[in-house]
């Protein structure tokens, strides 16, 4: 063979390598490559990487195949939408999550729209930035869970439908009502600019457990006072002023320290606050406010745990329930602390279980995967 | 008849018994599909009835179409074993010199198949795959038994004037270890997303050793004598050997016409190997003075092997993410697969009592070792084979396990004919299962071959021909 053609064919060769190499990303290749920017928290590149994968396969989809026996979720239009929320590009983010709603898929629909909603509503929250205040004590809530133990002797607390239903009840109304709601008290002012944002997002306040103020001592207690305090602690407590109620038996203890009434009239008010913030997390689960839900429960659970009284049996399982299932809910959809999350949901199930043998999950408000799970844990 | 003769008599018929039985080890009729070498390697290819050519996206790329290593993302380690059962099994058969029962030869093999390490580089937007593998292209790992066959003999000898006829049964062992093996450096790379070539070169390297012994146990009695009965208890065996050395190469290609379904091509050329064989054939009558058995016959030297080429095309559709469903076709050239100056004994040789038999060298079939020249009938010459295959893969999807289903049918006509010249043609189904959780992937198949073929056309026994092979694969994807 001549020089002049082994040199062809050497030079063909490493042309065909070279050339060969140059390969341009396939659509999963560009969404790895997105979901490790997210993870990084290199937003824009995470942007430009999801929509390079959309140009090249547009269509959302569960069980994917790549190649080989690789299969992985695609959902680029949820990661383009946290990219560009993480960008300022409200706008875009809202389109991005409202596209990845409308992706059909029956088994994570119902987790997911959750997400998606409280997404979007933080979404709006930036782009309207004055938020919608919201106190739970100002309205007139009905208990959602009864204590069953701690029963004044003269004023039951109002049953409400909660109670008379199953511990799984829907909450009362619509949650696309509670949405309406929130969109017509948006403000009419002009959002302030990015930067004057301090809060990442707006959240609607919790009932707080305050620490009673003191009241200056008379120097001299007098009957007749405590029981004026008692006598409005009742009132306020009935009216549902929770708080207030607090306020004035725990300014009876304070000049009484022994007084029984103000004792346990204080002691239910105690409980109706936490039953107040269990209701809450509850409401805000059905909202689709999964993040403040989370943080409602766990501020419940902790209360009611640490007063340690069989009178908060089914306020505990209620509360324990919502957490496993919130838990679970998450485990679908962050993957990196999957199984730590789902360690998390098999503890509030064992503890329901040693609450309460024979628990059974109602399917009607959770997927039947959750109930699931539950049921072979 | 006194001593002398006797021996002579016994000497003489003895041998052509003796030869008889270096034909029959190396005209052992396997299919086609014991040749990995040929098609490829891997539980998964084989579940789906080793329709791969156009899939190809895995460890074992490279054994199947190495154009399918350009889609690998991710490293990996594939290790491949081998279970194998076949038998032969040929009813009892009358010919006019001759009556045999029926024959049962009865295989086992088990041992290594495939190992391949997988690297995937990128850089950038550059992307090669480079791969390397090791593979038992044709196992001799084997372990053959043939027991009780019953044989009646007619001979006529001029020397004599008289008819030789000897009846007993025939018992057969036959031992053998090692394969031939293919080291081979594979590279692939994708353009464009969709096009996706490569390239292998093969080594081929080792071969086998072994040894075959029949024993036969019965007696000898001439028909115009009828007081002459001998008994006849003889072991004859054989020492074989046999090393290859040579080098070819692999190419292909396989593009994705729609992200849900591809063509593939694959070649692999013909190439020519230095063989090293041995055969050394003992006879127990043939003893020293210190009675030691001597070799009857040995021959050993250096041929050249002429391995045929390989050409396949296939095509896979994937209607729903979790199903694949594929088709190939292939095609070996075993006309052309030829062992150049191998040394056979003379059809009459020597003198009587003058010894054993001379050689000639003649160019003969591989792996048949029947002669190829003119004179050899049609129906004795080796024949291209084709295969055609048909698979699917069904994936169930868990949270973190998948579990696929395979299933798969072909037809595989081999390289000989039957006893009426037509070629015989064997079916087989396959089956597979695996479970992959995370990059572990261990997978299972079971392949069930079988046929049936005219072995004589004056009485037109047939021979039943079935095979039982399974495969482990566990595959790493890092």
């Given at each position: 063979m001549s020089q002049l053609k082994k040199r062809s064919i050497l030079l063909s060769c490493l042309l065909l390598v070279l050339a060969g190499g140059l390969v341009a990303d396939t659509w999963f290749n560009n969404y790895e490559k997105g979901r490790k920017a997210i993870k990084k928290k290199k937003w824009a590149d995470a942007v430009s990487y999801m929509q390079k994968a959309l140009d090249q396969e547009k269509e959302p989809k569960l069980n994917a195949k790549t190649v080989g026996m690789n299969f992985i979720d695609y959902l680029p239009y949820y990661h383009l939408g946290q990219a560009q929320y993480n960008l300022g590009q409200y706008k875009e983010a809202i389109s991005s999550f409202e596209r990845s709603k409308n992706f059909d898929n029956s088994r994570r629909k119902r987790i997911f729209s959750g997400k998606l909603r409280e997404l979007i509503q933080n979404c709006r929250a930036k782009m309207n930035p004055q938020p919608v205040q919201t106190q739970v004590t100002q309205t007139k809530p009905q208990p959602l869970a009864q204590v069953k133990t701690k029963q004044p002797p003269t004023q039951q607390p109002a049953t409400s439908k909660w109670q008379k239903q199953s511990p799984v009840a829907k909450p009362q109304g619509d949650t696309k009502k509670w949405e309406s709601v929130e969109a017509k008290n948006k403000p009419t002012v002009t959002p302030k600019p990015?930067?004057?944002?301090?809060?990442?997002e707006t959240k609607t306040q919790l009932p707080v457990k305050r620490t009673p103020q003191p009241i200056p001592s008379p120097g001299k207690s007098t009957p007749g006072a405590a029981q004026t305090l008692i006598a409005d602690g009742k009132a306020l407590y009935s009216a549902g002023n929770f708080q207030d109620a607090q306020h004035k038996f725990a300014a009876v203890m304070q000049v009484d320290e022994g007084n029984p009434t103000a004792a346990k009239w204080l002691n239910i008010v105690e409980h109706s606050l936490d039953i107040t913030i269990l209701n809450s997390g509850i409401r805000f689960y059905f909202n689709g406010n999964r993040s403040q839900c989370k943080e409602a429960l766990e501020k419940a659970i902790k209360a009611m745990e640490n007063q340690?009284?069989?009178?908060y049996t089914e306020s505990l399982v209620t509360a324990y329930q919502f957490m496993a299932v919130l838990l679970i809910e998450n485990h679908y959809l962050d993957d990196d602390t999957s199984q730590e999350i789902l360690k998390e949901a098999y503890k509030m199930i064992a503890k329901i279980k040693a609450l309460k043998p024979g628990f059974q999950l109602e399917n009607d408000y959770f997927s039947p995967k959750v109930a699931k799970i539950f049921s072979s844990n | 008849m006194n001593k002398s003769i006797k021996l002579t008599v016994i000497l003489f018929l003895l041998l052509p018994l003796a030869l008889m039985g270096q034909q029959e080890v190396q005209n052992i009729k396997i299919s086609d599909t014991t040749f990995s070498g040929v098609v490829g390697s891997g539980a998964r290819a084989f579940g789906m009835g080793g329709a791969f050519i156009s899939i190809a996206d895995d460890a074992t790329a490279a054994s199947w179409n190495p154009g399918g290593l350009g889609q690998l993302e991710k490293p990996e380690l594939t290790i491949v074993t081998r279970y194998q059962n076949f038998r032969d099994v040929t009813p009892a058969s009358q010919g006019p010199f001759d009556h045999w029962g029926a024959q049962d030869l009865n295989t086992n093999s088990v041992g290594f198949d495939f190992l391949a390490f997988t690297y995937p580089i990128r850089i950038g937007n550059f992307k090669i795959v480079p791969q390397v593998s090791y593979q038992r292209a044709i196992n001799f790992n084997l372990d053959s038994t043939m027991n009780d066959v019953f044989y009646t003999g007619v001979e006529w000898h001029p020397e004599i004037r008289d008819t030789a006829v000897f009846r007993g049964t025939f018992n057969e062992t036959q031992n053998f270890t090692g394969g031939i093996d293919t080291i081979t450096a594979s590279l692939g790379f994708q353009f464009f997303k969709v096009i996706n070539i490569g390239a292998s070169v093969n080594f081929w390297r080792n071969g086998y050793e072994g040894s075959f012994d029949r024993t036969f146990n019965g007696v000898l009695t001439l028909e115009n004598h009828p007081n002459f009965i001998e008994p006849l208890d003889f072991t004859t065996s054989e020492d074989l050997t046999m090393d290859v050395n040579g080098v070819n190469y692999n190419l292909g290609i396989l593009i994705s016409i729609l992200d849900n379904l591809k063509v593939g091509a694959v070649y692999k050329s013909n190439f020519s190997a230095d063989v090293n064989h041995s055969i050394t054939v003992f006879e127990e009558a043939f003893v020293d003075d210190e009675g030691q058995v001597i070799p009857v016959w040995e021959r050993s030297g250096q041929s050249q092997l002429e391995w045929p080429e390989t050409w396949g095309v296939g095509l896979s559709f994937r209607p729903i993410d979790p199903l694949t469903i594929s088709l190939d076709m292939t095609e070996t050239r075993w006309s052309k697969a030829i062992i150049k100056r191998f040394r056979l004994p003379e059809a009459e040789g020597g003198e009587p009592g003058g010894g054993p038999p001379g050689h000639v060298e003649v160019d003969v079939y591989f792996p048949t070792f029947v002669p190829t020249d003119d004179f050899v009938p049609d129906q004795e010459k080796q024949l291209d084979t084709r295969q055609i295959r048909l698979g699917m893969e069904y994936i169930f999807i868990g949270r973190n396990t998948l579990v696929p289903i395979r299933l798969g049918f072909f037809t595989d006509s081999q390289y000989y004919s039957d006893a009426a010249g037509d070629q015989v043609n064997f079916f087989g189904f396959t089956g597979g299962f695996g479970v992959k959780w995370r990059g572990l992937s261990i997978d299972l198949a079971v392949i069930y071959e079988t046929g049936n073929y005219l072995?004589?056309?004056?009485?037109f026994t047939t021979t039943r021909f079935s095979e039982i092979k399974s495969y482990i694969s566990t595959s790493y994807s890092f």
């Open positions: 990015k930067q004057e944002q301090t809060k990442p340690n009284e069989t009178g | 072995a004589s056309n004056q009485d």
